[in-house]
């Protein structure tokens, strides 16, 4: 017989059922409020987050999955999730997840994934993966981090970082422009790229060098030119501003011309005005965006690589005009040499000859009293060798060593010997004369190759001033020499004799009456040095600088006057000291000149009294100028 519960049995019975009630009630309320907030953390997650159950359709997708690719949860829900991943990616999840190890639950992924517009993004994937008992996958949670911006700000700085390294490598301007073009083109996914640049006159643009795809498109854009008013980029020149362009309408006359010049069709374009700190010289533009299109990023590693390029290539521009300069420059030096070569061997004849004649004519003028003609004939002779003297001076500036006068006419003297005989014996009566014109040919037209001497510079230097002293008697000007014992210098002695006389001249010829003239000669570290200071009205600081550069007179133009050598001021060809300065770089001495110009006598004026005393008389004052040309000659090896 079963025994009725009595009623305590009864309520400790009801009274449990209720607390197991409550119990299933707040466990129910608590998983509620779990998935509550999970889907709340879920949705206000930053990052955008999609569930997959077991069939691997998507069962869920928080806020900031449809905030960065557009998709709807209503429009994915129940679909494949690959429906983001491009065609060659859609099995990458699964194809990963069979490589975990079975005791790994989570997998990270670098790959890309489409928005609903289909533009391509740069994602980092972070995967929770549920596993069955036999490691089979169920129930996944998709977190994705859009990195697609984050890389593109890295491939901008480290282009930038290139292109900034690189651009002093590239000083012709065309290969500049290929680099940074290329660059562009790289960075912003384009079909090419240009530096469109404005001519001097700032009313042409033309394109010296280009990047795209096709190469044979690339050589026709190269070196194509436009009007001003023939591209969009003339606008962003008028108003300064850059600008973006993604549909461009067919029927626009300045697009059609443009595209039927350059070969091809320019859908979308970006410009960027290069400026410099006064003008703008160009345009930085890129066309037919590959992927989606121009933005505010674009326009943004534009403008920068616009301001980090625009200087260089406004250097490399002046740099390859003065190339264009040099080469030029070079060409008329040519021309000078040349010219300098051909004067000196065409004064070598009739200047021979004319000396030769002279002589005749002054025995043939002895029966007429000599205070008749001898002033004449001397101002000839005088003015004769001067140019004898340029000649020479001309001479040894070509360095020129085959001389074929000589050739031409010792072979005609050969040819002709017999006629010339009987001719000269005829009209002279004299014996031997072709030896004698034989001989005065070989002592025109024939260089000696100089010898290397060991010389004594200070034994050297006295022997030259003793033999100057009597051609400069009729100056009031004194040489004071301090003249030390010195070692052996190695040079021919014809250069040497030529530099010392030349000057200690123009130390006399720019030192009034009544001045000094100091030579000195004292040994210095490795070598002897060997010094002329005048005390003259001295040179402004341009002549200096180009004294030792040839055919250039120290004085004024409307001021030079050719007088006697060693006459104050006596004016000069211009070439001495650069003959001077060949020799130096032949014979390794250094020349060099100091000056200072006298206070007494302005920069653009020349004239100065020709004595001391007239200086001081005038202006109360000595003469204030110096100037000092210093040779160093390295001693003689043993």
Known sequence: MVKKPTYEQLELEKKAFKSKSLNVEEADQKTRDVKRDYKRFLQFLPYPVLVRDVNGLVSYLNPAFTRTFGWTSKELKGKKENLCSPNSLKNE????????????????????RLTKNRKLLDVVIRIGVDKDQNNNPGEMIIVLKDITMELRNKRNRNAMNRISQALPQYPDLKKLLFYVNTEIKELLGTQGANTILLDKSQKHFYLLSAAHDDPKTRERIENTKFSIDELLAGQVVKTGKPMIVNQLSKSQHKQSSRDQKIGYRVKNVILVPLKTSDSTIGILAADN?????FDNTDLEILNTIAATVALSIENARVSRELRKAYEELKSLNNAKDKMINHLSHELKTPVAILLSSFKILSKRLDDIPVQTWQPTIERIQRNLNRIVEIEDEMYDIAEQKQVFHKKIYSLILEQCQDEFETLIAEETGEKEVIAKVRQKIEDIFTTKDPVIENINLSAFVEKRVKAI???MSHRDVELITHLKSSSLIRIPAEPLRKTVDGIIKNAVENTPDGGTVEIFVNQKNAGVQFQVKDHGIGLTKDVQKRIFSGFFAAQETMNYSSKRPFDFNAGGKGADLLRMKIFSEKYNFNISMISKRCQHVPENIDRCPDSIEKCKRDIKSACGG?????CFFPIAAT
């Open 93 to 112: 999840i699964n194809d990963e997840i069979k490589k975990l190890p079975v005791h790994k639950n989570i997998l990270h992924l670098t790959t890309k």
């Open 289 to 293: 965006k590959k992927t989606g299109d």
């Open 626 to 630: 110096k100037t000092v040309v210093t």
């Open 469 to 471: 002293k009597p051609d």
